[in-house]
């Protein structure tokens, strides 16, 4: 893979750690595997092709990709609130959730991620760790995850909610 401009990337005992505009990361690379850094590429090799080395490979090139693309220019998620009342609001790393409960939710977001609220309904994420970002928005997602009957709760903002029929859509079809 080629790295973009303003990447610095580096390998010791068998930790690759990339360095960007967005941050610092680093990646753990399986026993045998061979990392060759050269001329602004990023090489991963197999020791051989069994059936885990090549699956390995595969999962070990994506993380080394996804967290040179994060460090470059990161990643973000969109998450959507829908429901009377219900709404999000940042304070520095902190993200208070109004959600139908009979209390607030407070929700700590780690070092790495920002969160911005647009008219404190839609919930923008940021990271240059992938990994963590999706862990985060999964699991502010799961403080009200949307029911099928209204489509009330958190949801991704490409996510579809299908919808159910309520009781009184089904009974009187049965007439």
Not at 25 to 42: H, Q, S, Y
Not at 76 to 98: D, M, Q, S
Not at 131 to 139: H, I, S
């Amino acid at each position: 893979m080629v790295l973009d401009k303003g990447v610095k990337a580096t390998l010791a005992d068998q930790v690759v750690r990339l360095e960007g505009p967005k941050g610092k990361l680093e990646c753990a690379v399986p026993k045998g595997f061979v990392v060759e850094i050269a001329d602004g590429k990023m090489t991963v090799k197999r020791p051989d092709d069994s059936q885990q080395s090549r699956a390995l490979h595969g999962l070990t090139r994506k993380l080394i990709a996804n967290m040179a693309q994060g460090v470059s220019k990161g990643f973000t998620r969109v998450l959507e609130i829908n429901g009377v009342g219900y709404r999000a609001e940042v304070k520095g790393n902190l993200i208070n959730f109004a959600l139908g409960y009979s209390h607030p939710i407070v929700y700590q977001l780690p070092p790495t991620v920002t969160a911005k609220v647009e008219r404190q309904v839609i919930i923008t994420l940021e990271s240059p760790d992938r990994q963590l970002l999706g862990t985060v928005a999964a699991q502010i997602r799961a403080l009200r995850p949307p029911e099928p009957y209204k489509g009330k709760g958190i949801k991704y903002a490409e996510e579809v909610i299908r919808r159910k029929a309520g009781k009184a859509a089904a009974g009187s079809s049965a007439g």
